[in-house]
């Protein structure tokens, strides 16, 4: 209740600046998941996995400028910007799940991390490091690899940015 008496009721700008809250927190526990796996657990990103990351590397920064511009008020950018996050994970879970489909060997992968690789030798044996492959699922939980996982993970923070963006006053 106000001072008046009557129940407050949600803001857009509170939901607006909700949804950017969950996306940055999602989207940061996310990336630091998966740098955490590489770096700590040793599990070295394909090529693919590494594409995946670009959403969430745009959304951090962009989520936590979308909380700071809802609590001005400027919801309309912010609800722009929450649009735009949103449209970044959906193309992710496209890509998220062509990577899985690509582990699950369902259609081919980028002819550069899958297949049979031509090694280059030279007098101190190989020249190049050997690239890791997209098409082999180095890790999987419940059924799902790490593209598995990003796949759902996307798809969420996609339905909570267009959620955020549809807030209206």
Same mark, same amino acid.
């Given at each position: 209740?106000?001072? /008046?008496?009557? =129940?407050?009721?949600?803001?857009?700008?509170? @939901?607006?600046?909700?949804?950017?809250?969950?996306?940055?927190?999602?989207?940061? %526990?996310?990336?630091?998941? %998966?740098?955490?796996? +590489?770096?700590?657990?040793? !599990?070295?990103?394909?090529?693919?996995?590494?594409? +995946?990351?670009?959403?969430? !590397?745009?959304?951090? =920064?962009? %989520?936590?400028?979308?909380?700071?511009?809802?609590?001005?008020?400027?919801?309309?950018?912010? $609800?722009?910007?929450?649009?735009?996050?949103?449209?970044?994970?959906?193309? @992710?879970?496209?890509?998220?799940?062509?990577?899985? #489909?690509? +582990?699950?060997?369902?259609?081919? #992968?980028? /002819? +550069?991390? /899958?297949?049979?690789?031509?090694?280059?030798?030279? =007098?101190?044996?190989?020249?190049? /490091? =050997?690239?890791? $492959?997209?098409?082999?699922?180095?890790?999987?939980?419940?059924?799902?690899?790490? %593209?598995?996982?990003?796949?759902?993970?996307?798809?969420?923070?996609?339905?909570?940015?267009?959620? #955020?963006?549809?807030?209206? $006053?």
């Amino acid at each position: 209740m106000d001072a /008046t008496g009557k =129940p407050i009721i949600a803001r857009p700008a509170g @939901n607006v600046m909700r949804a950017s809250a969950v996306v940055l927190i999602i989207a940061t %526990a996310t990336i630091l998941a %998966a740098l955490g796996f +590489e770096h700590i657990g040793g !599990y070295a990103p394909c090529p693919l996995c590494l594409e +995946e990351r670009y959403a969430y !590397y745009f959304a951090i =920064p962009v %989520a936590a400028l979308v909380m700071l511009l809802a609590r001005g008020e400027s919801t309309i950018i912010a $609800r722009i910007l929450l649009l735009v996050i949103a449209f970044a994970f959906l193309a @992710n879970v496209a890509l998220a799940v062509f990577h899985a #489909g690509v +582990e699950w060997k369902w259609w081919p #992968g980028p /002819t +550069e991390c /899958t297949g049979a690789f031509d090694l280059k030798w030279g =007098p101190g044996g190989v020249l190049d /490091t =050997p690239v890791i $492959r997209c098409d082999e699922a180095s890790f999987r939980f419940l059924g799902l690899s790490f %593209a598995g996982w990003d796949a759902l993970a996307s798809a969420f923070i996609a339905l909570v940015g267009f959620w #955020g963006a549809a807030q209206r $006053r």
